[in-house]
């Protein structure tokens, strides 16, 4: 018969409740803060629960355990099942029942696609971080971090590509006759260049990060503020296309407007909220090790990233319904 694997029994202090049995299996163990690498040293306030010094075989092992990565990894593997189950669904029901075109199936493909690489990129990196070597754990952590930048992405191109669907307004401040009354193409120029101008801008910030991640110093602890810096300023670029898309639409008077900032609004909340979590290790700052295995700040950012995503891919839905329910004003009426 063969032979069964070893398990030993780990004791864990989980909120006020202490010794908590953990079965591992052999040749994995749990450390403390003071026993991991350097590398691994990110946040002192978890004072327990790290899994360490780990072959490649024994990362993916350790998928099973309870560590203090446990939330982290599942929450974004079920956030990837939950967008894949969601492109299933809208590509086979949703989608057909508006009637949607062609460009709709690409750019709601584009859009879930690149959220499920961001949640794929995080699973991978939480759970191969603790791999005895440090470039190895490094290189899952810029791919991590590739995989926030595409999730951003995600965001902004059925963002840009709904907002800018149907306005048009020259340079000189004269309305520009469409070449149609219809949403479908072919576009008016002037949307379309903003458009382009929009969406190859941030695909240039995301090549940026990309690049910037060759640094040898990018992905250091000492660097850490530097990179949230960075992000929080590729997702706050947004903010631009949107004010541009508010005055072209004719103010927040305009029924889209009043209708769908709120929620652009609604999902830069989510992403700020997530943020001063990331950043400032809130809550457990206030309970150093007490949050080690449930409730830190990673895991709710984890949580709330995949809140972020959810919420803008409903969003995306909503205008392109809108935008196939409502035609675009045909301008030659008013000339």
Same mark, same amino acid.
Request: proline content about 5%.
């Given at each position: 018969?063969?032979?069964?694997?070893?398990?030993?029994? +780990?004791?864990?202090?989980?909120?006020?409740?202490?010794?908590?049995?953990?079965?591992?299996?052999?040749?994995?163990?749990?450390?403390? &803060? !003071?026993?991991?690498?350097?590398?691994?040293? !990110?946040?002192?306030?978890?004072?327990?629960?790290?899994?360490?010094?780990?072959?490649?075989?024994?990362?993916?092992?350790?998928?099973?355990?309870?560590?203090?990565?446990?939330? %982290?990894?599942?929450?974004?593997?079920?956030?990837? @099942?939950?967008?894949?189950?969601?492109?299933?669904?809208?590509?086979?029901?949703?989608?057909?029942?508006?009637?949607?075109?062609?460009?709709?199936?690409?750019?709601?493909?584009?859009?879930?696609?690149?959220?499920?690489?961001?949640? @794929?990129?995080?699973?991978?990196? $939480?759970?191969?971080?603790?791999?005895?070597?440090?470039?190895?754990?490094?290189?899952?952590?810029?791919?991590?971090?590739?995989?926030?930048?595409?999730? =951003?992405?995600?965001?902004?191109?059925?963002?840009?590509?709904?907002?800018?669907?149907? %306005?048009?307004?020259?340079?000189?401040?004269?309305?520009?006759?469409?070449?149609? +009354?219809?949403?479908?193409?072919?576009?008016?120029? +002037?949307?379309?260049?903003?458009?382009?101008?929009?969406?190859?801008?941030?695909? *240039?910030?995301?090549?940026?990060?990309?690049? *910037?991640?060759?640094?040898?110093?990018?992905?250091?602890?000492?660097? $850490?503020?530097?990179?949230?810096?960075?992000?929080?300023?590729?997702?706050?670029?947004?903010? =631009?296309?949107?004010?541009?898309?508010?005055?072209?639409?004719?103010?927040?008077?305009?029924?889209?407007?009043?209708?769908?900032?709120?929620?652009?609004?609604?999902?830069?909340? =989510? *992403?700020?909220?997530?943020?001063?979590?990331?950043?400032?290790?809130?809550?457990?700052?206030?309970?150093?090790?007490?949050?080690? &295995?449930?409730?830190?700040?990673?895991?709710?950012? $984890?949580?709330?990233?995949?809140?972020?995503?959810?919420?803008?891919?409903?969003? *995306?839905?909503?205008?392109?319904?809108?935008?196939?329910?409502?035609?675009?004003?045909?301008?030659?009426?008013?000339?």
């Amino acid at each position: 018969m063969p032979q069964k694997i070893l398990k030993s029994a +780990h004791y864990i202090e989980l909120g006020s409740y202490q010794y908590w049995p953990v079965l591992v299996p052999r040749g994995i163990r749990l450390y403390t &803060y !003071e026993q991991i690498p350097l590398f691994l040293r !990110e946040n002192p306030y978890i004072t327990d629960g790290y899994r360490a010094y780990l072959p490649a075989r024994l990362c993916i092992k350790s998928l099973f355990i309870l560590s203090n990565e446990t939330v %982290n990894i599942w929450s974004h593997l079920l956030g990837f @099942l939950l967008f894949f189950s969601l492109g299933v669904y809208d590509m086979t029901t949703v989608l057909p029942t508006i009637g949607a075109s062609r460009e709709d199936y690409v750019i709601y493909s584009i859009g879930l696609f690149c959220f499920q690489v961001s949640m @794929l990129c995080s699973v991978g990196y $939480h759970l191969f971080c603790c791999h005895r070597s440090e470039k190895t754990s490094r290189c899952w952590m810029a791919l991590d971090y590739t995989g926030l930048s595409i999730g =951003i992405l995600g965001c902004y191109v059925p963002g840009v590509f709904y907002a800018f669907y149907c %306005n048009s307004l020259k340079p000189d401040g004269r309305v520009h006759r469409p070449f149609r +009354h219809s949403c479908s193409p072919p576009y008016d120029i +002037h949307t379309w260049y903003w458009r382009q101008v929009y969406l190859i801008t941030v695909l *240039a910030m995301i090549l940026a990060v990309f690049f *910037a991640q060759i640094h040898p110093h990018y992905l250091t602890q000492q660097w $850490h503020r530097l990179r949230s810096v960075i992000l929080c300023s590729v997702a706050g670029y947004g903010v =631009i296309p949107t004010i541009h898309w508010i005055w072209l639409s004719g103010g927040f008077g305009a029924v889209i407007i009043q209708t769908f900032v709120p929620r652009v609004l609604v999902m830069y909340l =989510i *992403a700020a909220v997530a943020f001063l979590f990331y950043i400032f290790k809130v809550p457990e700052r206030y309970f150093p090790g007490q949050l080690n &295995y449930l409730g830190s700040s990673h895991q709710l950012w $984890h949580i709330l990233v995949v809140l972020m995503f959810y919420w803008w891919h409903q969003s *995306a839905l909503y205008i392109m319904h809108y935008r196939h329910s409502q035609p675009c004003l045909d301008y030659s009426l008013h000339a």
